[in-house]
């Protein structure tokens, strides 16, 4: 069974940063590419980073390239997304999945992340 188990959101200022992790199961973890998805109250589900595995090739959408970092420890299942220089906009839940260009499998319970002052 597939699972994707996110950690690591909370409440943070504007400017600031965190660490989001994530450990999956139930798949090959070391040949699967992974993406992180976010979704905002109201707005659809949008990929930000994507890391194929094993090149470790990495892609962002606009909104987060030059901000947020996507990286995987094979040895340990966990893909993880640093975030830096944190916006209100940022705010959303935030999901981990298998796949590069569509999502396969059932989604994790996510990470809140709120972004304020």
């Known amino acids: 069974q597939v699972q994707f188990v996110e950690s690591g959101g909370g409440l943070v200022q504007p400017g600031g940063s965190l660490r989001l992790s994530c450990t999956a199961s139930?798949?090959?973890?070391?040949?699967?590419?992974m993406s992180w998805y976010r979704q905002a109250p109201g707005k659809e589900r949008e990929r930000l980073a994507r890391?194929?595995?094993?090149?470790?090739?990495?892609n962002y959408a606009d909104s987060v390239k030059g901000r947020f970092t996507i990286s995987r420890d094979n040895a340990k299942n966990t893909v993880y997304l640093q975030m830096n220089s944190l916006k209100p906009e940022d705010t959303a839940v935030y999901y981990c999945n298998r796949g590069w260009s569509t999502p396969i499998g059932s989604w994790g319970q996510g990470t809140q992340v709120t972004v304020s002052s």
């Open positions: 890391i194929s595995s094993p090149a470790g090739s990495t």
């Open positions: 139930g798949f090959i973890f070391n040949t699967a590419a």
